[in-house]
């Protein structure tokens, strides 16, 4: 038996500052049309897909505001055609953006619309702010102010059925809550944003939920590594192979740990025509191999039929958690958030 | 400054199901007689290293217990001439064994032992035993009877400072407890064994401490993923490719998201002609990058001088845990083993 879905990341390339939301836009749904081609049946678009990557500066008010979306995306006059060539298409989206709540709080969210359900299924808010409150004081240095302008997500790590996209999945009734349904039902979701990439905590919540296909988009500069001053100076250009490879080595390894599909959708290309970030948009299989990644550094397309069905060889025998984790060894994960040192000995 | 120490793998090829320890000391002996003449201060040597891999077997008791160390294992007259050496070289020793407690209990485990000391500076007994309690049915598999013959670690993951390998330490007081003291103390180390590598817990209890270097041995079979029967049929030297790239993917980005360095040390070869295990000893850096890593697939000394200070790039910046973890949203990591799914949608 095989449950199969074809998938795609797209891959959007420089956006500038004073882009408007509209230009974007048919960017954006250019992309999708072109998934309509191939006969995907779900395409993930970046983290902050609307806009420049705004957290590297820092703002007033109003210009801040306006990369924020207010109320309702789904209602959105700059956003909504999207969700309607969605639904037109059959085609579900993951969507990142930048939202403010009705009370003033700003989250790096990203939701899943489902064109077989006409609805936003799940919202994931970003758990993992990277950066700092205060702009950096080095005169040339790109900021990082998600701490600044996010709060980190409230809404935990939800696991998702999506229904309509595997024909053959189970009649309701035949299988009972709690049960494992691997090979039976729709498949199980979950989403993830940018840095959250590189918290191997991320991705467990998620797999001990059985996720089976874990999606994320990031803005990743390649220049930062050069900029914060490692130990062993770089060249800017060693600086994004870095990058890159930290991009790739976390994607691939957490999938594998987590016996999951993934799909990386990068925000990429030079904003302002300065602002150097990566590429390398990807979709990796359970066992962690890279099965299509993007070749340009500009709007792109990549897919590939993945079959959930893959996931079971690592979970039911690898990473079959119920028989290999030993919990009552972990308790420091979440009692305590920094490093707790082992006491120096005499000399 | 830098907090240089010079370290190895001692990587070790077959060992038969009749092979003597004395005849197993004399190959450890003579690694640590080649890591002396390269001033190497800490070797590592794999997971059960004084004796065939035997967890493969449905062995009787007699045979079985042979396998084991009985009683302190300093005392061992067969095991004892590797500490004088170790001793007489001051080269620190990681070596993992199969141990028998008083009480009759079998662990997993591996020891650190201070040459500068003269002493097991620390214990760690295996957490994640794989494989089964009961024996394959497929008359051809290779059984895998860890959870058979081991009870899972009581020691949780101790992290340790080791002392003598970096004379320009802190003097003692000058330091509070629980400061960090990245830069200033003895190097904090951990040790893992085997298949522990592959679960993200294990290197992150460790990280909590402040680990700089986790070290562990392992035995991995080459042609498990073939007799497995993964979805995707291989040969047997595929599955070695396979098990081989996973082993590297999952030692690098553990590093990598745990900001220290690491060394991995094989059990590796045809143990009795046939039995399959994979090489690829490997010393990797804080950015993932693997530094050294063997050639061959037998007896085989890796060596690099590493410099502990570059943990402080991860630690201190994308991996500063204290400001980026978000220990409210991990509550399912030790709360739960096995997996929960989200409920079925109704179609």
Redesign the interface.
């Known amino acids: 038996m095989t449950r199969e879905v074809k998938v795609a990341a797209a891959q959007v390339g420089a956006i500038h500052r004073d882009t408007p939301k509209t230009a974007v836009m048919s960017r954006l749904i250019s992309l999708l049309h072109e998934a309509a081609d191939s006969k995907v049946q779900l395409v993930v678009f970046p983290e902050c897909t609307l806009t420049t990557f705004f957290p590297r500066h820092l703002l007033q008010a109003e210009e801040l505001e306006a990369f924020f979306e207010h109320g309702e995306i789904t209602d959105s006059p700059d956003v909504k055609p999207l969700f309607e060539v969605s639904k037109k298409l059959g085609i579900d989206i993951v969507l990142g953006y930048a939202e403010r709540t009705p009370e003033g709080v700003g989250y790096n969210i990203s939701i899943y619309f489902s064109a077989f359900e006409s609805r936003i299924l799940q919202k994931y808010r970003k758990?993992?702010?990277?950066g700092t409150k205060e702009p950096f004081k080095e005169p040339n240095a790109t900021n990082q102010l998600e701490k600044r302008y996010f709060t980190?997500?409230d809404l935990?790590?939800p696991?998702?059925?999506a229904?309509g996209l595997v024909p053959d999945?189970?009649?309701?009734g035949t299988?009972q809550?709690?049960?494992?349904?691997a090979g039976k039902?729709?498949p199980?979701f979950g989403m993830l944003i940018c840095?959250d990439r590189?918290?191997?905590?991320?991705?467990?919540?998620y797999?001990?939920?059985?996720a089976e296909l874990i999606m994320f988009g990031f803005n990743t500069g390649g220049h930062m590594a050069h900029l914060?001053g490692?130990?062993k100076a770089m060249t800017p250009e060693q600086a994004k192979t870095?990058a890159l490879?930290?991009s790739r080595?976390?994607q691939?390894?957490?999938s594998?740990?987590n016996a999951c599909w993934s799909i990386s959708s990068a925000r990429c290309g030079k904003d302002d025509g300065k602002y150097d970030l990566i590429a390398g948009s990807a979709i990796c299989d359970p066992?962690?191999h890279i099965v299509a990644e993007a070749q340009t550094e500009g709007d792109e397309l990549i897919s590939a039929v993945i079959d959930l069905?893959?996931c079971?060889?690592g979970?039911e025998?690898?990473?079959d958690?119920?028989?290999?984790?030993?919990?009552?060894?972990?308790?420091?994960?979440?009692?305590?958030?920094?490093?707790?040192?082992?006491?120096?000995?005499?000399?």
């Open positions: 758990v993992h702010l990277p980190p997500g935990g790590f696991a998702f059925r229904p999945t189970v009649k309701k299988v809550a709690g049960e494992i349904t039902g729709d199980i840095n590189r918290w191997s905590e991320a991705w467990r919540m797999a001990l939920k059985g914060w490692g130990r870095e490879f930290h080595l976390v691939q390894s957490n594998y740990m066992e962690g069905e893959d079971r060889q979970k025998k690898t990473f958690f119920a028989r290999h984790r030993r919990i009552e060894a972990y308790g420091l994960i979440n009692q305590q958030a920094g490093v707790s040192e082992p006491e120096l000995l005499e000399k």
